[in-house]
């Protein structure tokens, strides 16, 4: 009798597990948005939070947790209980952290556990419309003729806008100030400004500005143009081979989440990316829905630390 209780509390151990994710989600989900609103991973965000709610019928709270290039959402989601009801909308930052700080206080491959990229869109360096360059090679000549001269806002020390700049002053050789801000809204808002000269800026903040004139696109960070900026030359079309900078977007959750839970929010974002409404939404921001698979999602995210992670010793940038 004895064996046989132990024998059905191992059973009902193995499969409650599977059976919490068919009754998941009981209660409200919290994502956390590692910038702060109006952001373009701010956008993405309350985007799809809005489609998930809707399919999934239960609320979904986004708790914008800005600082410290999004380590400070990270190690909340790294930290919480792995139940699915608290998840991290993650993006590129993620995958500098690791070499741009000598010690965090969560292991962003071994605490998070990637469900699905979401989006990605590029970077692309704008200029204050008075600053006297209209191209990226008269920018890197004005920039080469007064080292030092010249500032760049980004969305925060250690954000891949940053780092965007960072391989730019390695493939080109030029020397600029760095004025990091609390997220990619304030970052435009300084360029156009005139705090700032100059900025890499996500796609969803950059092409409204460009379009209406507050800010002069110069060179759009992908393999490719942009459809909703298409005057915008490619920053490998404008001289500067290699320069490839996108920014992504994804969901995480605690590594100690069930694997059916996992599997559930990632069919269910997958169907999310393939409406028409939220199609639409990212195509008006500039950004491509994506949907990968946790596998794939985590040899991305694998592949992406070791580039930036590159780029962060090359140029000597440690943040602490």
């Known amino acids: 009798m ?11 151990t193995c499969i409650s597990p599977f059976a919490a994710a068919q009754e998941y989600p009981l209660k409200t989900i919290r994502m956390v948005v590692p910038f702060p609103p109006g952001g373009g991973s701010d956008t993405i965000a309350r985007v799809l939070a809005q489609r998930l709610a809707a399919t999934m019928g239960q609320t979904i709270v986004s708790d914008n947790r800005a600082g410290a290039s999004g380590n400070i959402a990270a190690d909340i989601v790294a930290k919480a209980p792995g139940d699915g009801y608290t998840l991290l909308f993650g993006n590129s930052s ?16 071994k605490d998070l556990t990637p469900i699905s990229m979401v989006s990605s869109y590029p970077f692309v360096l704008v200029s204050h419309p008075s600053l006297p360059v209209k191209n990226v090679r008269e920018l890197i000549a004005l920039a080469k003729s007064k080292p030092d ?44 400004s005139g705090e700032a000269h100059m900025s890499f800026l996500v796609m969803p903040v950059a092409q ?26 490619t920053m490998e079309e404008a001289g500067v081979k290699g320069h490839i900078a996108l920014q992504w977007n994804g969901l995480f959750a605690p590594s100690a989440t069930p694997r059916a839970i996992i599997d559930r929010l990632h069919r269910e974002t997958v169907a999310a990316l393939a409406t028409a409404d939220v199609k639409q939404r990212f195509a008006d921001e500039g950004a491509d829905p994506v949907g990968s698979s946790p596998a794939e999602f985590a040899a991305f995210f694998r592949t992406e630390a070791d580039k930036w992670g590159d780029v962060a010793r090359r140029s000597g940038t440690r943040l602490d």
């Open 94 to 109: 993620l995958s500098i952290s690791p070499a741009a700080y000598a010690k965090l206080s969560y292991d962003p491959i």
């Open 208 to 233: 409204a500005q460009i379009r209406v004139n507050r800010l002069r696109g110069l060179g759009v960070a992908a393999k490719s143009r942009a459809a909703v900026i298409p005057q915008v030359p």
């Open 149 to 192: 001269a010249l500032t760049y806002s980004s969305a925060g020390a250690g954000t891949l806008s940053h780092f965007s700049m960072e391989l730019l002053r390695l493939l080109a050789g030029v020397k600029v100030i760095h004025l990091p801000y609390k997220g990619a809204a304030p970052a435009g808002i300084a360029v156009m």
């Open 2 to 12: 004895k064996n046989f209780y132990l024998i059905a509390t191992a059973a009902c």
